[in-house]
């Protein structure tokens, strides 16, 4: 709940840097203006492609959003899983089976 609440903050306060209304960059986002004020007063979430729009109007990078909001950059989410060990008594397709 706290990360919500900084990621609203962030949002309204980088819009009152652009001097911009609620309107004006609900309308810019494609978004509507009740979803920005709901985000704004930490009622709700933005998804990612929300959160990608508006920081598109408000000339910031999405990870300036949610890394000022204490999310870990988006990078982690793009790398592979990691491989899970192998179970006891199978032998790994990789391993030499005459060791």
Do not use: W
Request: proline fraction near 7%; charge should be positive; include cysteine.
């Amino acid at each position: 709940m706290a990360k919500r609440r900084r990621t609203g903050t962030i949002i309204q306060t980088r819009r009152d840097e652009r001097r911009l209304n609620v309107y004006r960059l609900a309308r810019a986002a494609g978004i509507a203006a009740s979803t920005l004020t709901k985000i704004e007063q930490r009622k709700r979430h933005p998804s990612l492609r929300t959160a990608i729009k508006i920081a598109h109007v408000l000339r910031c990078c999405i990870d300036e959003i949610f890394d000022s909001a204490g999310y870990a950059r988006l990078d982690p989410l793009l790398s592979p899983p990691p491989t899970e060990p192998a179970k006891r008594g199978r032998v790994a397709s990789n391993a030499d089976p005459r060791n």
